[in-house]
């Protein structure tokens, strides 16, 4: 506007030179507006790492907006931190354990501020809830808070509501009860501690996980239910809940612990369904016996239990026997002896061989006989001077077996026999010679064979 009345005096000037006149201006000259009152009662209501501002004004006539100052004393330089068209202002990523000092401006349209407010000091504190010392369930209702606040706290709430809507106000502690709402699932807890009736609280939250029973969406069964031919037996059983623990048991059996890990046997991890491997001890048997499963979930709460849809029949594996003796008879034989069977339901022996210590029912099968006395049996047509391996099976009447330790001989080596001595030839007549020579020393001496030539050599 000044731009514009010093170009219109010009003009007039320029074409009045040389005479003595005065023209009055058309826009007469105004004054500068008072400046805006300083923001009254600032306030902060302190946050996780944030505080929110508010202020009041006496009068907003002329106000566009407030611009927030922040400073780290009191008495240093103050750095414009944001704007705000309210009155109020939250500002975010605050440190822990520091003090802050706020001042608030108001500013016209022009761009002219206002008298800024007194300065309000706000800090910051690491304030922290915890729930049952950090537990992650609970099957309690009533469960017990612990409160860490900045110095200053003198009152806190408690409530599963963010606005803390009927929240009583208590005197500030470190430790509170608190009764959790109805209905099982993931219960969160706000606290909110008042650091002082200026600054309003802090609010902070965690969760637990709150159960009051456990439930069991199918019954446990096994995928096949005689274990009539394995020495390995699954289990599956679905709880529907990711936390936990279940286990399956019969009579006789301990409690068969049940894995939702996803390590086989179990298909996935946390997907609600259990599974275990379980190795059947030698001997164990039952018949029909009821298989019941039964789980707890991480809050401590115990199901109902749950039965198989099948009876469970368990047919025991036969007694082993042991390997006595293998001795090599020659260079192409050798003797197995072993114990005699003890299984009621005995079938046969089966006597396999190998070249290596794995002996197993994939190796050379040599005899197999049912009768129960018979325990040794003599393997011939071997190699001379090759060890040989042996391994002997009970069967029962079920097909179940169980293999003897393994044993191990070398046949002997074929080497020629120490030569005699031939005493020399007694002729009796003219037809007849009588003949002599020494005694072998062959530990397994077998012939002795005499030949006659017409010359020497």
Not at 38 to 58: C, E, F, H, K, R
Not at 169 to 183: M, W
Not at 253 to 279: C, F, H, K, M, Q
Not at 328 to 348: C, D, G, K, P, R
Request: proline share 4%; net charge neutral; aromatic share 8%.
């Amino acid at each position: 506007m000044r731009k514009a009345i010093g170009t219109i005096i010009f003009v007039i000037l320029a074409l009045g030179a040389g005479c003595n006149r005065h023209v009055d201006s058309l826009d007469p000259v105004r004054d500068l507006p008072s400046p805006l009152d300083a923001p009254l009662n600032v306030q902060a209501l302190i946050g996780n790492q944030a505080v929110t501002l508010s202020w009041d004004m006496t009068d907003v006539t002329g106000v566009a907006y407030y611009r927030v100052y922040v400073s780290d004393s009191i008495v240093g330089e103050y750095q414009m931190r944001d704007t705000s068209a309210a009155r109020t202002k939250t500002l975010g990523n605050l440190l822990y354990n520091q003090t802050y000092f706020f001042k608030v401006a108001a500013v016209r349209s022009s761009g002219a501020e206002g008298v800024r407010s007194s300065a309000l000091s706000v800090r910051i504190p690491a304030a922290s809830i915890v729930i049952n010392d950090n537990d992650e369930f609970t099957k309690l209702r009533s469960v017990g808070i612990g409160l860490t606040a900045g110095v200053g706290a003198t009152q806190f709430q408690l409530s599963e509501d963010s606005l803390f809507t009927a929240a009583p106000i208590q005197t500030y502690s470190t430790s509170a009860q608190l009764e959790l709402s109805n209905g099982d699932g993931l219960k969160r807890v706000y606290a909110g501690s008042i650091i002082s009736m200026v600054h309003g609280p802090t609010v902070q939250s965690t969760m637990i996980s709150f159960s009051i029973r456990a439930l069991a969406s199918s019954h446990l069964f096994f995928p096949d239910h005689h274990a009539a031919n394995r020495r390995r037996h699954y289990l599956y059983s679905e709880w529907g809940r990711a936390e936990g623990k279940a286990q399956a048991v019969f009579e006789g059996s301990p409690n068969i612990e049940l894995y939702d890990d996803g390590v086989s046997p179990d298909a996935a991890s946390g997907d609600g369904i259990y599974t275990g491997r379980w190795t059947i001890p030698v001997g164990l048997s039952a018949t029909s016996a009821e298989v019941t499963g039964k789980f707890t979930d991480a809050a401590g709460n115990e199901s109902a239990q749950a039965k198989a849809p099948a009876l469970l029949t368990i047919r025991p594996t036969p007694q082993p026997v042991s390997i006595v003796s293998t001795v090599a008879l020659s260079t192409y034989q050798i003797e197995v002896i072993w114990t005699q069977a003890t299984a009621s339901n005995f079938m046969s022996y089966r006597l396999y061989r190998d070249l290596t210590a794995n002996v197993t029912t994939s190796s050379e099968l040599l005899t197999s006989p049912e009768n129960r006395a018979s325990v040794s049996y003599t393997d011939t047509a071997l190699n001379a001077n090759t060890k040989y391996f042996y391994r002997v099976f009970v069967i029962d009447s079920f097909g179940l077996s169980a293999g003897s330790n393994v044993d191990s001989a070398r046949t002997q080596v074929n080497t020629a026999p120490a030569a005699v001595t031939l005493a020399g030839a007694l002729s009796t007549d003219s037809s007849t010679f009588k003949l002599s020579w020494t005694r072998s020393g062959r530990s397994r001496f077998c012939v002795v064979r005499l030949y006659r030539k017409n010359s020497p050599g």
